[in-house]
């Protein structure tokens, strides 16, 4: 099994349904288990920036399937949610990263871990504080908090709701 860090966001829709949604789907993988969901936050939208407000979280659990076996299940619930990619950064549905694989360097064609931009995007890095405080990135042996603390200084988040995505 292997600890695993999953971002969700949605500014399309009903977001927070769709966020529950995929967090659904999520827990319906196979041998998977463990689930940590961060709180709901509402964050502006980063790149393209004419677009609504995103609905982000952040899911760690643990996976015994491979890399891009859990990537292409990502990519499933992502279709089954009504994700259609029409534009990098546009607006969408349901968007779901995979962030890290333990501590696993994956650098192929189609698929990146850990996500080469989290580090830089305070709707990650925050509600991944939130269910991981005491992370170190695999790739630069930094903590986490750190990278929030570096690059993130500007980012506006904003939390939705006091209670957790999940409940």
């Known amino acids: 099994m292997v600890d695993v860090v999953i971002s969700l966001g949605s500014n399309l829709g009903d977001r927070q349904g769709l ?65 259609v990619r029409t534009e990098r950064w546009g607006p969408r549905k ?14 192929e064609k189609d698929l990146v871990v850990p996500h080469p931009r989290y580090r830089e995007r305070a709707f990650v890095l925050i509600p991944l504080l939130e269910i991981a405080p005491e992370l170190t990135d695999p790739e630069s042996g930094k903590r986490v908090r750190e990278f929030l603390e570096d690059r993130c200084g500007g980012q506006k988040v904003a939390l939705y709701l006091p209670k957790k995505v999940d409940d």
């Open 94 to 107: 349901i968007d779901l990263d995979l962030i890290l694989y333990g501590d696993q360097v994956i650098e």
């Open 19 to 83: 966020i529950h949604s995929a967090l659904h789907a999520l827990r319906g993988l196979p041998d998977s288990e463990g689930w940590k969901v961060s709180s709901l936050y509402e964050t502006a939208p980063v790149g393209k920036t004419d677009q609504p407000r995103f609905f982000n979280a952040v899911v760690g659990m643990r996976t015994g399937l491979a890399a891009r076996v859990l990537w292409k299940h990502l990519q499933r619930i992502e279709r089954e949610l009504g994700r």
